[in-house]
């Protein structure tokens, strides 16, 4: 079975998004798939990992194709800005980046990449007469990849896959944007067009299928997860009651409530003060900073430059607690971060905050993994933490994780080939 994966985000790109499908890749030989890959040839990348090329098959075709993105135009203007945000919007924007925020969610639809969809068309349309496939896949954001897959659906008749690694409407962020009524109409418009007009849709989480399914019966989750294997012997404990998050930390998913509990448990307890190490590793919006700082947590906080997935996979094995953050915003109940399944492969407890009934809340409670902390509960996370400091004095802080197994790349693959091939 043959198949064509029209993806913006491929190594050298960095972070958890470029992983489900350079990991669905690796494993597609093993039942039968044999894809190629269309993404671009000149790529603006926020962030990039040179290890994860090594990844990539050596026999995998991958076409490229020149875009031109506004981003870059309007980046030289962002770039001379004090303020910095690491979220796709600034939570306190100068003048200059409202406009910004404002020309971005009104003209340029459904996001800043749509120019690459008409000369990916012509390309595609061209390269599938003589060399056709079975399926055509999309995987957004950005979602003009969708446009890409939409069109060639129309002109070549192929079969096509829609893949929501993230939601459209109902991102975290899509009720900040300073959208026109005409904008957000048009947003849902082509949201709409994607999910009754896609053979199939999966999704990454159970919420996001609920949202999608009356759209699109054949909306099946395949969720991310995990593959790499770190061996104890790599990696030394901790001696510091350490607890980690890994990855971006926006002002959405700044953990105030975390912030404050360590401050009351460092006044509370001196040994807690002493031992206590947090890390956030990968870039962290301004708003993270000044709540450490005004918290006078800077002596317990060490910030950490995004470094290489080998790294991010020792950096959590060897931590004492993971921490996961969720983005406080309407939508929050559907948020998976990618990290939670390599959190689960660690096998180190997790603690999380966010909703208690959402779905990274019934992955930790499947698992046994960790807990969830709602928002605002204070004194619930207090408790928790320092249930899991006595744990950490006594020796007995472990993990007893269980049925993670699903989560493994190669297990995921299988559960999409399944749907590819009925097609």
């Keep these: 079975m043959k198949i064509l994966l029209i993806t913006y985000y491929w190594p050298p790109a960095g972070g958890s998004g470029v992983q489900r499908w350079l990991k669905f890749i690796k494993y597609f030989s093993c039942f039968g798939i044999d894809p190629i890959v269309y993404t671009v040839e000149n790529p603006n990348y926020a962030v990039e990992d040179e290890s994860l090329l090594s990844e990539v098959p050596v026999d995998l075709q ?52 749509k120019y690459w969809i008409k000369p990916s068309v ?27 897959g939409a069109e060639l659906k129309r002109i070549c008749g192929v079969k096509w896959l829609a893949d929501f690694r993230d939601p459209w409407t109902n991102i975290d962020y899509f009720h900040n944007l300073p959208l026109t009524d005409g904008a957000r109409k048009k947003h849902h418009e082509l949201e709409n067009k994607v999910l009754m007009e896609a053979d199939a849709v999966i999704v990454v989480g159970k919420t996001m299928r609920e949202e999608f399914i009356d759209r699109n019966q054949n909306t099946y989750v395949i969720s991310n997860g995990f593959d790499e294997q770190v061996e104890d012997s790599e990696v030394a404990m901790d001696t510091k ?34 031992d206590l190490s947090v890390k956030l590793i990968g870039k962290c919006d301004d708003e993270v900073y000044q709540s450490v700082e005004a918290l006078g947590l800077n002596d317990h906080v060490n910030f950490v430059a995004y470094v290489a997935h080998k790294d991010v996979l020792k950096f959590q094995r060897s931590s004492q607690l993971l921490l996961l953050a969720v983005n406080d915003v309407p939508s929050s109940r ?56 006595e744990a950490f004095k006594t020796g007995q802080l472990l993990n007893h994780t269980k049925n993670i197994d699903r989560y493994h790349r190669k297990n995921l693959t299988k559960e999409l080939a399944t749907i590819l091939k009925s097609l």
């Design 334 to 389: 559907s948020v998976i971060t990618g990290k939670v399944f390599e959190y689960l492969q660690s096998k180190r407890p997790i603690i999380g905050i966010g909703p208690v009934d959402g779905d990274l809340a019934e992955i930790l409670n499947k698992t046994e993994a960790g807990q969830m902390v709602d928002f605002d509960d204070l004194l619930s996370l207090k408790k928790m933490l320092l249930k899991y400091y």
């Design 241 to 274: 009651f350490s607890i980690s998050h890994i990855g971006m930390m926006n002002a959405d998913r700044n953990p105030k409530i975390f912030w404050q509990a360590l401050r009351e448990l460092i006044d509370e307890n001196e040994d807690f003060s002493s």
């Design 62 to 113: 991958v076409l490229r194709e020149p875009i031109w993105e506004p981003n870059n135009v309007l980046s030289k203007f962002k770039n001379n800005e004090k303020n910095q945000s690491a979220g796709f919007l600034n939570p306190d924007p100068s003048f200059l980046q409202r406009q910004m925020h404002y020309i971005r969610a009104n003209y340029f639809i459904p996001d800043a990449r």
């Design 122 to 148: 012509r390309k595609l349309t061209a390269f599938l007469k003589e060399n056709p496939v079975d399926v055509i896949i999309s995987t957004g954001p950005p979602h003009s990849v969708h446009m890409i």
